[in-house]
């Protein structure tokens, strides 16, 4: 027992508030605690169980007050390290062999590469290849009035002048190799554009996109999924190279790569994905340096460039605000929505806010410059725009993990019902998962980001505001399957991760292994086959046929192609059975007439 008097409590005061022997007792003391407290820090007494301790009190009101700033924050500075607080492995960064930094990316670069070979012997089709470029006297030469309209005029309802002087160059590469090419070369060449160099440009910016995916795979997976710092990280780019395959090799890819009037995709997308890399590079360097201000600047100019190419950019800076949620933490949670850094996180968007909105006005008036391009509400209501939205969600994610039956335009319906069940069918679908993932928010973060970031970058091309013939379009999962992908890579590192903890994951992996490299070879094979659909207007058109007989576009076209080849009765066979689909078309009737005078002379 210990004695509790007056002597002992003087003591016990001058022990706390001295700090040490020897110390004044007249020196003005701050807090002077009770006799209990002292007792306890003494270690004579237990904490009270009915009184909460300091560190309790403590966590009980960061709790209520979450955007309270943290001690270590600068004033004027963002402070990114509670954000960063999971990621140890920014402050000692993983040991990667060379030998997988080197060659995961060569083998990334070949597979996409030698997937789409057979685009290289493919010709210019006659679906806006003929308006855009063959028939184009402004892409012959980089002239000073070429390049005055190519900035200017808005042909075709796209803004993109970085795409026609794209085709500029390949154009001038065709025009100087044509004297050294043999004669079956030569054979090929259509009005002096040779169709090679023109699908070998789209083939290379895919790769290149192919490799900067893969890099930001890298980066958001180790956010995600840390990396061990105590032995090399081998797991996080081979995750990251088959996210990059699983994107790269799809057949969903081959309209946007095989299909030269959509040079504007690829060239985008190469410009944006590293556009978001630098971002959040930048964001992960935690001083402001000259480093971090070129990768801040970087993204900005990588980001207008890509909308020079086509305005498919617009979307960004809101799927940057996401990932300032999940998983960099800029915003919400501890940080606070409207707390010091979150301000900083809001503020930096500025620029690419800027960026989006004046290029999505431009593409707007471009639309609407085309004749018969934008569809009124007339044409389209309020609910039939609602269902096609859903149907684009869910058709874009069957075909990612169905992929057959493609075919190069799925026509919006003439008589269209938006009660039918496909429209029906794919909004409970889409419903329902939406639901899922906010019920699994908690346990699964990153699950409703990608939802979230895929949704928010196909909501231009949903139907809400209807520009085209099409009800969905192959093309237009071009960059919003990204998330697909690293669902995909994701799943593997997480296998991967857990074979040194869970018994079950390390008996999966080899499972899991041959599962991947099973779904790629399939996918690469699949890719194959689609892109010989599209050497030429025959055959692109007659496939198209085969998986839809009732689309009168490609009946159109496939009659079209037959007449140019001379064969009447065959263009007449197609313009008649477009018109039993279409009445009222009056290009192919008058089509038809022609055909049908030609037959009689």
């Not at 006297?137 to 026609?164: A, C, V």
């Not at 299909?259 to 190469?270: G, H, I, K, P, Y």
């Not at 992929?403 to 329902?432: E, K, M, S």
Request: proline letters at 7%; charged letters at 20%.
């Amino acid at each position: 027992s210990v004695p509790i008097g007056n002597a002992h409590h003087h003591r016990l005061d001058n022990h706390i508030a001295g700090g040490r022997v020897g110390r004044s007792t007249d020196q003005p003391v701050p807090c002077r605690p009770t006799a209990r407290f002292a007792l306890t820090r003494l270690g004579h007494l237990q904490p009270s169980p009915r009184r909460p301790t300091i560190n309790q009190m403590a966590r009980k009101k960061s709790k209520k007050h979450p955007t309270t700033k943290p001690r270590h924050a600068k004033r004027g500075k963002p402070d990114t390290r509670l954000a960063l607080v999971d990621t140890p492995w920014l402050r000692q960064p993983p040991r990667t062999p060379i030998a997988l930094r080197v060659a995961l990316p060569i083998v990334v670069a070949l597979l996409a590469f030698i997937t789409f070979i057979p685009a290289l012997d493919a010709e210019f089709v006659n679906w806006d290849d003929d308006k855009v470029i063959t028939d184009n006297p402004h892409i012959r030469g980089l002239t000073e009035e070429n390049i005055e309209w190519m900035f200017t005029q808005t042909k075709m309802g796209h803004y993109h002048p970085l795409t026609w002087m794209s085709y500029a160059l390949d154009h001038a590469i065709s025009d100087a190799r044509y004297d050294q090419l043999s004669a079956n070369a030569k054979a090929r060449y259509t009005k002096g554009l040779d169709p090679k160099v023109f699908h070998l440009t789209n083939l290379l910016l895919h790769v290149v996109v192919a490799v900067a995916f893969y890099y930001l795979a890298c980066l958001l997976f180790r956010l995600v999924l840390p990396p061990p710092t105590d032995r090399p990280d081998v797991a996080t780019p081979i995750a990251a190279a088959l996210a990059a395959l699983l994107f790269a090799c799809h057949p969903l890819r081959v309209e946007a790569v095989a299909w030269v009037t959509e040079r504007r995709d690829v060239l985008s997308s190469a410009f944006l994905v590293p556009c978001l890399l630098c971002y959040i590079a930048y964001v992960l360097k935690e001083r402001w340096d000259a480093g971090k201000i070129a990768l801040y600047v970087g993204a900005i100019v990588l980001l207008f460039l890509s909308l020079l190419s086509k305005a498919w950019g617009i979307t960004l800076p809101a799927v940057m605000l996401v990932l300032d949620v999940y998983p960099l933490r800029r915003i919400g949670g501890r940080a606070g929505w409207l707390s010091s850094r979150a301000r900083t996180a809001y503020l930096d968007k500025i620029p690419f806010a800027i960026l989006a909105i004046w290029f999505a006005v431009m593409a707007k008036n471009a639309q609407k410059a085309q004749l018969d391009t934008m569809k009124s509400p007339a044409e389209r209501g309020v609910a039939d725009r609602i269902a096609q939205a859903f149907y684009g969600l869910f058709f874009y994610s069957y075909k990612t993990l169905v992929p057959i039956d493609l075919t190069p335009l799925v026509p919006l319906p003439i008589h269209n019902n938006p009660w039918a069940f496909r429209y029906v069918g794919a909004a409970l679908v889409v419903l329902a998962v939406a639901v899922t993932l906010v019920l699994l928010r908690k346990r699964w973060p990153a699950g409703i980001v990608l939802a979230i970031c895929y949704a928010g970058v196909l909501s231009p091309v949903l139907g809400i505001a209807q520009s085209g013939p099409q009800l969905v379009a192959d093309k237009y999962s071009y960059l919003a399957c990204l998330t697909w992908a690293l669902a995909g890579g994701a799943g593997l590192l997480w296998v991967l991760r857990k074979k040194t903890t869970v018994p079950q994951a390390k008996k999966a992996v080899p499972v899991v292994g041959t599962v991947a490299v099973l779904v790629c070879g399939t996918l690469a094979y699949l890719t194959w086959q689609q892109t010989k659909l599209w050497h030429d207007s025959r055959s692109l058109w007659t496939h198209a046929v085969r998986i839809d007989p009732k689309c009168v576009l490609a009946r159109t076209n496939l009659g079209m192609f037959e007449r140019q080849a001379g064969n009447v009765d065959k263009a007449i066979e197609h313009y008649r059975a477009a018109l039993a689909e279409d009445p009222n078309d009056y290009t192919l009737l008058n089509n038809l007439a022609v055909e049908i005078g030609r037959a009689h002379v």
